[in-house]
């Protein structure tokens, strides 16, 4: 029986979305396809939300990989990606009907440490009865280590646990670890009628 439900942030609840940050930022169709290469699909990224690299590293090891005449737009971008991580549209009532069924709510998400400025916009963090972001444990999604950990920090059964993530590769980390779960397409009445 599901008890709780465990909601990725990025593309589940927030709208990340790096085209959005280089449109504000970059002049040319070249420089948003290098900065998108190399800020967001780079792998300062993914050491980020690991917790490896702070979010201020990032420019200075970007930059190397980026034509000089793009450094200017690179670093608006990597200071201020952030400004794309808006509400989906119903995420909030979706958490606000998640809640008043009786399931619990939990946030499990890859991010790095900007999270706890921006995410607080959305939901404030006692909303949720845990939030667990990757940076601060120093692993990542679909790592098994990272679903066990979960578990073990709010002492919760797997099989107890719905699991929410648009990324397939997530997904199947979780089933892996023994969670029931739910590939996310941007359609929050479908999730209601599994739950």
């Given at each position: 029986?599901?008890?709780?439900?465990?909601?990725?942030?990025?593309?589940?609840?927030?709208?990340?979305?790096?085209?959005?940050?280089?449109?504000?930022?970059?002049?040319?169709?070249?420089e948003?396809?290098?900065?998108?290469?190399?800020?967001?699909n780079?792998?300062?990224?993914?050491?980020?939300?690991?917790g490896?690299?702070?979010?201020?590293?990032?420019?200075d090891?970007?930059?190397?990989?980026?034509?000089?005449?793009?450094?200017?737009?690179?670093?608006?971008?990597?200071d201020?990606?952030?400004?794309?991580?808006v509400?989906?549209?119903?995420?909030?009532d979706?958490?606000?009907s998640v809640?008043?069924?009786?399931?619990?709510?939990?946030?499990?998400?890859?991010a790095?440490?900007?999270f706890?400025?921006?995410?607080?916009?959305?939901?404030?963090?006692d909303?949720?009865?845990?939030?667990?972001?990757?940076?601060d444990?120093?692993?990542?999604?679909?790592d098994?280590?990272?679903?066990?950990a979960?578990?073990?920090?709010?002492?919760?059964?797997a099989?107890?646990?719905?699991?929410?993530?648009?990324?397939?590769?997530?997904?199947?980390?979780?089933?892996?670890?023994?969670?029931?779960?739910?590939?996310?397409?941007?359609?929050y009445?479908?999730?209601?009628?599994?739950?």
């Amino acid at each position: 029986m599901i008890k709780n439900i465990v909601l990725d942030m990025g593309n589940v609840l927030l709208d990340f979305n790096p085209g959005f940050v280089v449109n504000s930022f970059c002049s040319s169709d070249e420089e948003k396809e290098i900065i998108i290469k190399e800020l967001f699909n780079g792998p300062e990224w993914a050491l980020g939300d690991k917790g490896v690299i702070t979010d201020k590293d990032r420019y200075d090891l970007v930059k190397v990989r980026v034509p000089e005449e793009y450094h200017e737009a690179l670093k608006k971008c990597a200071d201020n990606w952030d400004i794309c991580m808006v509400p989906l549209e119903g995420a909030k009532d979706f958490c606000d009907s998640v809640k008043e069924k009786g399931y619990k709510i939990y946030v499990l998400s890859n991010a790095s440490e900007l999270f706890y400025e921006y995410f607080p916009r959305f939901l404030p963090l006692d909303y949720f009865d845990g939030v667990f972001v990757s940076s601060d444990y120093l692993m990542l999604k679909p790592d098994l280590k990272i679903y066990e950990a979960f578990l073990d920090k709010y002492g919760l059964k797997a099989e107890e646990c719905l699991f929410i993530d648009d990324r397939i590769d997530n997904v199947k980390g979780a089933e892996k670890a023994g969670f029931n779960t739910f590939q996310f397409h941007g359609d929050y009445e479908a999730v209601k009628a599994v739950i």
